[in-house]
Structure formats: C-alpha cells, structure tokens
C-alpha cells in the first residue's frame, strides 16, 4: 500500500505579518479619503445651502422693500373699494324708513310693530276681544306672528349703531306681550271649543274629536264625554297622531289638547348684541340658537369669539342641542271657573291603591316634513321652573325616518320639543364660492352628512339644492328668495345649521384662526367674487392660526362651473398676501413663493396681478348689496375656522 496523499495543496496561504499590516494601511486610507470626500461633499452642499439660503433672504427682502414702497398705495385703493360696505349698511337704513313710509301710506289696519303706540294699541284691542273661536283665533295669528318676525328681523337686522337700549327693551317686551297673548288666545278658544263638546260628539265613540290646522298651528282636542275604561286608545289618522292613556284619564272629566306649532313661543329670548355689550358671564338655557354675525355687530363678534364662558356646563347644554320641532300637549278640565290645566301625575297619590295608577303616557306624532334630521331626534320636554329644555320624564322613544313617526312615553304633560346636535354639521369638509351671472354667487358646503348649494343674488338668498349622504333631498325652503338673516334663521329652523355661534369652538374640533385676519379675508374675497371662485385647500390646516390659505381662480364662464379651473394657492395673513409655490398635491406645506411673483398688502392686488381686465371691470362695477351679503355670509358659516 503506497504512501498517503498530503494535504498541504488545499491549505489556505497565511498572510505575513507584513501584509496584514499594509492591508489595514490601505484600508485606513481608503477610508480617511472617504471620509474626506464626505467632507468636502458636506461643505460643498452646505454652502450650496446657505448661498440659496442668502439668495432666497436677499430675494424675500427685496419683495418685502418693495411691497412697503407700495403699501400705502394699495391699502387706499382698497379703502376706496371698501366703502360700498357702510354704503350697503346706508341703503339698508333707507329701506327701513322706506318700509315704514309705505306701511304708513297703506293704511291696511295693521300696526308698525317698531312704534310702541301701534303695537300697544294692538295688544289692548285684541284683549278685549272675547269669545273668539278657534278658526278666528288662528287667522289672527298669521297675523300676530308676522309682528313678532318683523320685531325680531329689526332686532337682528339693525346695525347696533342705530339700536338704542330703549328700543331692545320696547322691541322685545312687544314681543314676548304678543307671545303671551296668542297663547292665551289659544286656551280661551280651547274653552269655547269644549263648550260645544256635546253638539260635536263622534256618532261611534260619543266622545268629542276635533283638528284645526293651517301653515303655522296645528290643533288637536279630545274631549272624553263617555268616559269608558275601555276606550284608552286616541288616535288620529288626519294628522298621524296617538296617544294611549292610563284608565284613570280613561274615566275622568278631561279634555287632550295637542297644539303643535311651527314656532317656539317657549324658549326665552337671547340676548341682542350690541355694540359696546359685553359677553355675559352665563349663558341662557335656550337651546334655540339665534343667527349671532348680524350686520354691524363684527366687533362684538371679535371680542366674544375667544373669551371662556364661566359657566361651561350651561354653555353645553344651549349648544349641543337645537329646537327643530315643537307641540304643546296638555290635560285639560272645564269646572265652574272656567278651563283649568289637569297636572298629571297629581301632587297627592296617597288616595290612590296602586302604585302603578300614574303610568307614562304613549305618543306618536309625524314630525314635519320640512325638518331634516341627520341622526334619530332626542325629545325634550319644558322644564317650567328652570326655563329650559329637559330630557328626563321621557322614554320608549323610536322613531321611523321613512314614515316621519315618532313614538314616545311621556311621564306628565307639556311642551315638547325634537333636538338634535346644533354641531352636528361641523366642521366643514370642503367649500367652493364661485361666480354666477348679474351679480349672483353659487356658495357650496360640504359636510359629512349633506352638501348645501346657497345663492346669493344682491341682498337675498335663496336654498339652491341639498343632498342628504350624497342623495338629492327635496326642502321646502329651495328656491325661495330671503333676506340674509330670515335665511339663516329658516336654514337652521330646518335642521340646517352651518352657522357657529359665538361658543361652538369649545364644542367643535376647529382650524382656529385669528379673527382680524379671517374677517379681512372675507371682505376681499366677498370683494372678488364677481369673477374669481375660491376653494378649500388642505394646507388652511398646516399654515397656522396666523395664516389663512385658500384656492383661487378667475372665473367669467359663469352659469357653468369650469371643469378642472386653474387653481392658484394664495396664503394672507392680513398685512400681506402672497402665491405659494406648492400646489394641493405637494408632499409637504412650504410658505415658499412661486417663481416670478410678488408679495401684496391684500388679497385684491395679489389677484390683480394675474387677473384679466374683463374680470377687474366686472368687479369694480358690483353692486355694494351684493358684496355686503356675500361677506356676511361668509363671516355667518366661518369657512376658513371651521374647514
């Protein structure tokens, strides 16, 4: 057997000492030289930086020397544009006293509500008016509440310049004497009725069943002549109304009135803003908001828009829910002297076997057509002793959306009322304000629940569309023209609430901005509207509380909207507008300028810079009406806050 194979050819060859050594030498410097391209890259570009740095510095400057040198100019350009405000607030004031001359002329027999006199005469006459029933009753109530709106459009309307205490107090003490008197009216013509319960019985049941209604006021009464254990169902198919009462009702001397109106005469009023009030410490527990940016009143609307109410919880419960619907249901008993209210359950139960004789009552009633409500209604009953809305005392509620029923158990009788979340529409996903022709804009909010197209046309607004989770919704208020704020009030009255109160910040997640660089927004793109539309951008989230961004683009095509319009980014901080270089698809927000562009001291001239002659023309010959009631509406929905 021969010798074996040695193995030493498949032995890796060993460095010497030496090599490693100029191996880890060559590494080093390969390394150091690395390192030292590193360097000088690092410097190279770090100089590169601060020279662009200095370029951008020296460039921002040289805008910033040059917008001084022009910013007197452009501010009095824009002063003189400006003055179609207090020129609109002029006309209004001649309107008025025209309202009144030709009220005066008429001689209709009607009283001017804004003259104490009048209305006063009014209100005496009508008292002594006895036994009045109810079908008179209900026609002199288009009346009465006609005097009620106008009193309140005045107190609204009116600039605080030209609203004097005496007058708020007059106003509102004539108010709340015709409130009073028109329910008054009602229980008396409730009596009348009664006293003819015999003559108007049911041949089948023998029990007494009558329902008036018109525009404003439905009514209902059941009198229980027969007084028959077994009949404990109400119902009436006339006006999708029901009832289930207890056999202790069944088997007394009682009428049920349900009186459900379209107003509420129930909730006290809110207080007027004036011009040198200051916000109160606590806040009422009215749950029915008032339109708050009337005309005139921005000032107060600054000083009220951050200041924390001491009494947070009330401010809860006036801004969480809304009035959107109202009836008066109540007991009624005719003894010797005269109509009296039956209080269910009584004071004194002892008297009484069992425990369970005063068991809540069951209601359905049809809740109007012309109320939207984008979540299941909460009901609420008056609470007459603390002045406000309460939820307690009501149960068993269900309620059908398709049929418009509402079923509930109630544990006494009262008014009552359906509420929903006042913010409920808040905030605002997206906007858009664009031209349309002769003096008219097309303002359309997006929210979750709805989008809402309003027109404004001169000095009046009109309901364009509404779609309800992305479905055309039909309303009662499309295609009606109204002044601004009976726009407001009937928009929010139909569950349409786009308008924040002073307070809804503490209930709303918001873009807060400051309120002088929001205001000063609205009246230049109020300003521009004749031919520029404006837009949501998602940057107006990003640039802070101080900066307002939105997007912008000349539009002259009118009736139609541009497909895919040439958006421009515009940021404004009230002293100074500018163009962004970034547009609604860049990864990040960059106050950088765009390229060959110029800082302005207002939105106008940095428009003016893009802008055509033709649409320059167009707005320097708008109406002053029309530009007032785009800017209030605009300062009433707080686009830029609450988007």
Request: hydrophobic content about 35%; overall charge negative.
């Amino acid at each position: 057997m021969g010798p074996k194979a040695t193995k030493s050819g498949n032995k890796k060859k060993k460095n010497t000492k030496a090599e490693n050594l100029k191996l880890l030498q060559e590494e080093e410097e390969r390394r150091q030289k690395e390192e030292e391209e590193a360097r000088v890259k690092r410097e190279k570009e770090e100089m590169e930086r601060l020279e662009m740095e200095r370029i951008e510095k020296e460039k921002w400057q040289q805008l910033e020397v040059k917008d001084l040198e022009r910013k007197n100019e452009e501010l009095e350009e824009l002063f003189l544009l400006e003055r179609c405000f207090p020129e609109a607030e002029k006309l209004k004031r001649e309107d008025r006293l025209l309202s009144q001359w030709v009220h005066y002329i008429q001689c209709d027999g009607s009283p001017d509500p804004s003259i104490a006199q009048e209305i006063n005469t009014f209100i005496s006459l009508w008292k002594e008016e006895t036994n009045e029933n109810f079908e008179e009753v209900i026609a002199k109530s288009k009346l009465v509440l006609h005097l009620i709106n106008k009193l309140k459009l005045i107190l609204l309307e009116t600039s605080p310049y030209d609203l004097q205490d005496k007058n708020i107090a007059q106003y509102q003490g004539s108010i709340l004497e015709l409130q009073e008197l028109l329910h008054l009216k009602f229980n008396i013509a409730t009596e009348v009725l009664l006293r003819q319960a015999s003559t108007l019985a049911d041949l089948d049941t023998g029990n007494m069943e009558k329902v008036i209604q018109d525009e404003n006021v439905t009514l209902y009464v059941w009198a229980n002549l027969k007084k028959n254990p077994r009949h404990r169902n109400v119902r009436c198919s006339e006006i999708q109304t029901a009832f289930e009462i207890p056999r202790i009702l069944a088997t007394s001397d009682i009428a049920l009135r349900l009186l459900h109106t379209h107003y509420d005469h129930v909730t006290p009023l809110h207080p007027v803003p004036t011009l040198f009030q200051l916000p109160t410490s606590t806040e009422s527990d009215s749950v029915k908001d008032k339109a708050n940016d009337v005309p005139g009143a921005i000032s107060k609307w600054f000083r009220e828009e951050y200041k924390q109410p001491e009494s947070v919880r009330n401010s809860v419960q006036e801004e969480e829910i809304k009035v959107e619907d109202q009836g008066n249901t109540e007991i009624r008993m005719i003894l010797k002297e005269g109509l009296q209210k039956y209080v269910y359950p009584p004071a004194a139960t002892e008297d009484f076997e069992s425990e369970n004789a005063f068991p809540p009552i069951d209601v359905m009633l049809q809740v109007q057509k012309n109320v939207i409500f984008f979540e299941n209604p909460m009901i609420a009953r008056w609470d007459a002793e603390g002045k406000h809305w309460k939820t307690d005392g009501i149960s068993n509620v269900s309620y059908k959306s398709e049929e418009g029923l509402i079923t509930f158990s109630l544990e006494t009788f009262g008014p009552i009322t359906l509420i929903q979340d006042t913010h409920i529409n808040m905030p605002y996903q997206s906007w858009e304000l664009r031209p349309l022709d002769g003096n008219q804009v097309l303002l359309t909010v997006t929210t979750v629940f709805t989008e809402i197209q309003i027109r404004i046309k001169g000095d009046l607004c009109m309901l364009a569309s509404i779609k309800v989770n992305e479905k055309k919704h039909y309303s009662t208020l499309e295609g009606k023209w109204m002044t601004l704020i009976s726009f407001i009030i009937a928009l929010k009255e139909a569950g349409l609430n786009i308008f924040p109160t002073g307070h809804s910040h503490f209930y709303v997640v918001t873009n807060c901005k400051v309120p002088l660089v929001e205001m000063k927004a609205y009246r230049q793109m109020a300003l521009l509207s004749p031919a520029f539309a404006f837009g949501w951008s998602r940057w107006n989230m990003q640039c802070g509380s101080k900066n307002v961004v939105f997007k912008v683009s000349e539009n002259l095509t009118n009736e139609e909207p541009i497909q895919n319009p040439n958006w421009t980014l515009l940021m404004f901080n009230g002293d100074r507008a500018q163009r962004l270089k970034i547009d609604e698809y860049s990864e990040a927000f960059s106050e950088a300028v765009k390229e060959e562009t110029e800082f302005h001291s207002t939105v106008y001239h940095m428009v003016k810079d893009f802008a055509s002659e033709g649409a320059m023309e167009k707005i320097r010959s708008s109406d002053c009406r029309f530009i007032d009631s785009v800017c209030h509406m605009l300062l009433s929905i707080r686009l830029l806050s609450y988007s």
